[in-house]
């Protein structure tokens, strides 16, 4: 059985999957549990699209209908609180899904 990684690194963003915690910056991030689920979920699969439902039956354990618009909700306002100061990590694919694809200053 392959263990995941505890620490994902990109760039000046650490996720901590160990302790449940966010840095950007060396600054720890305040998010609700679906934000953090929804975070490493995206960010375990760099690079990869990620379709909404997907997000929302694997990554938040839900299969509610209405629940995409909660994903929706969820990942505008993570992308509010990470991505600042040129910073982009979440990329919308063709209303679909997402792609957690860093880009900014810190050369990611």
Known sequence: MTRQPLLLRFGDLVIDLEHYRVLLGGHPLILSYREYALLGYLAGRAG??????????????????????????????????????GR????????????????????M
């Open 48 to 85: 990869q699209v990620v379709h909404k439902r997907q997000l929302l039956e694997e990554g938040l354990g839900r299969h509610d209908p209405g629940g995409l618009r909660m994903v929706e909700e969820h990942i505008r306002h993570l992308k509010g609180i990470l991505e600042r100061e």
């Open 88 to 107: 982009s990590f979440i990329e919308e694919v063709g209303g679909t899904g997402y792609r957690f694809e860093p880009q900014g200053p810190s050369g």
